[in-house]
């Protein structure tokens, strides 16, 4: 079936680290997003990308960083500059047909600092 | 500035009654308003998708309302289950420029179902 795909689900990290966070996505989809979730908080953008090859700087984009050398993937690296990177990550795609604009997102990477 | 407000911030209901929950808007010019629901630990899924022009839509139980003039949404949930239990997200897309990166998020309401 046709989805987003994120791994790992749960990740701890120790302070200093920086740590990769996958986005996978079979449905053909040309935009991909990060979002940073917070308890009580909307979701917030940290980076997009339209097209292979191009990406850009989302609302909270310091101390994140991305690729996009494939269409089906979308890596985040969350650096050591980051300076509160524990949080719920999620990951979506979106494509020009069917319901415009609608985000499909991936079941979400939750990382703990510790 | 351009924000979504959902009210109220979380809601506690008895399995089999009825609920509402309501989102405001600023955003303007929008081309469209989407109802998200998100499970504990998942992600967010589309409910329901209104434009600008659009009164009314149903998804089975779920039912959205747009008033375009007072920048009023509303998700009426029928006959509540116990997997309704989940976060409830409105989220505005403006029209103009390059919207591709530009969704306003509402911070969701909690609803929780009880037996």
């Known amino acids: 079936d046709g989805g987003i795909t994120q791994s790992p689900k749960y990740l701890f990290r120790k302070e200093g680290q920086n740590v990769t966070l996958s986005c996978e996505q079979n449905l053909n989809h040309d935009a991909m997003y990060w979002y940073r979730q917070d308890p009580g908080q909307g979701l917030r953008l940290i980076y997009y990308?339209?097209?292979?090859?191009?990406?850009q700087k989302g609302d909270i984009a310091e101390g994140y960083s991305v690729s996009r050398e494939k269409k089906e993937s979308f890596p985040l690296t969350v650096t050591s500059a980051q300076k509160n990177p524990t949080a719920f990550y999620l990951c979506?795609?979106?494509?020009?047909?069917?319901?415009?604009?609608?985000?499909?997102f991936g079941e979400g990477s939750r990382l703990t600092v510790l | 500035k351009n924000q979504v407000e959902q009210s109220p911030q979380s809601l506690i209901i008895l399995e089999g009654k009825n609920c509402t929950l309501q989102c405001n808007y600023t955003v303007s010019p929008f081309s469209n308003l989407r109802w998200y629901k998100q499970d504990t630990g998942r992600g967010p899924v589309s409910l329901t998708i209104m434009t600008f022009s659009e009164n009314t839509k149903s998804n089975g139980r779920y039912t959205a309302t747009l008033d375009a003039d007072t920048k009023q949404s509303s998700l009426h949930i029928t006959a509540s289950q116990l997997s309704d239990s989940a976060s409830y997200i409105c989220v505005v897309r403006p029209t103009g420029g390059s919207t591709l990166g530009r969704l306003y998020f509402g911070r969701g309401t909690q609803l929780t179902v009880w037996p």
């Open positions: 990308s339209q097209i292979v090859n191009d990406f």
């Open positions: 979506a795609s979106s494509g020009t047909g069917g319901a415009p604009g609608e985000l499909f």
